[in-house]
């Protein structure tokens, strides 16, 4: 463990509790991204859990880059604090914009494909994926920023209705692209213009993450190279 003793010998606590400490911090953000579908954790939560029984203020720190190491190097999961990302504009947007606490976690399977896909990829939450993965490709496209009605123009093409409450993969079809907004790959921003209000869907710091990133530029050139590619003639 990159963490040394001498790290360690500031604190007036035993190597058990230290230990413990750093479990319970797995446990929880282990439990909490199950349980949350992916949202953020943030990082008064997992501070509350260490200051409950100790006044040390460098201590939630230390704990928590221990739990990082040993999420990564036991688990194979990165877990990493998020970048939070701005609105493109401040002219005009609302107050009503959510936006999650400047500190906050979310862990990312650095596993290889193969072994994540036999061992970890659950194939009852694949068409989240899939519906995630279409969502950001349309705002992408769009530059990054798409009004409301344009992303449901595009869904409607789909199959896919902002009024469809029961559809039969996906269910509440709102609800399904709000959850992308809890967990961060898209935020919302109201603007306000001649016309009235207009809200906006835009990529959020998680859609704008390296990998996730290159995996959708990497993805759309494949499907413009298909769609220019000439027809064979017999």
Not at 86 to 102: C, I, K, L, W
Not at 173 to 200: D, M, W
Request: hydrophobic share 35%; glycine share 6%.
């Amino acid at each position: 463990m990159a963490t040394s003793g001498e790290d360690f010998s500031q604190f007036d606590i035993s190597v058990e509790e230290k230990d413990r400490l750093v479990a319970e911090v797995i446990r929880y953000v282990l439990f909490k991204t199950q349980q949350n579908s992916g949202c953020p954790i943030k990082r008064d939560e997992l501070t509350q859990l260490i200051t409950k029984n100790y006044r040390q203020w460098a201590l939630p720190a230390f704990v928590i880059n221990v739990a990082k190491e040993k999420l990564l190097s036991i688990f194979g999961y990165e877990m990493r604090e998020l970048q939070r990302s701005r609105p493109s504009t401040n002219q005009g947007r609302s107050s009503q914009q959510s936006v999650p606490d400047a500190k906050s976690y979310v862990i990312i399977s650095q596993l290889p494909a193969k072994v994540y896909k036999k061992y970890v990829e659950d194939a009852n939450t694949s068409h989240l994926t899939g519906f995630t993965f279409v969502i950001i490709s349309i705002v992408y496209l769009a530059g990054g920023k798409i009004q409301e009605e344009a992303l449901w123009h595009h869904l409607r093409r789909l199959g896919l209705s902002e009024s469809d409450e029961s559809h039969p993969i996906l269910g509440n079809i709102k609800q399904s692209l709000e959850a992308l907004v809890q967990q961060r790959y898209l935020q919302k921003e109201k603007t306000n213009g001649p016309e009235g209000n207009t809200l906006f869907y835009e990529l959020a710091e998680r859609s704008l993450d390296g990998p996730i990133s290159e995996k959708i530029k990497e993805y759309m050139s494949q499907v413009v190279q298909k769609d220019v590619t000439p027809a064979e003639v017999d």
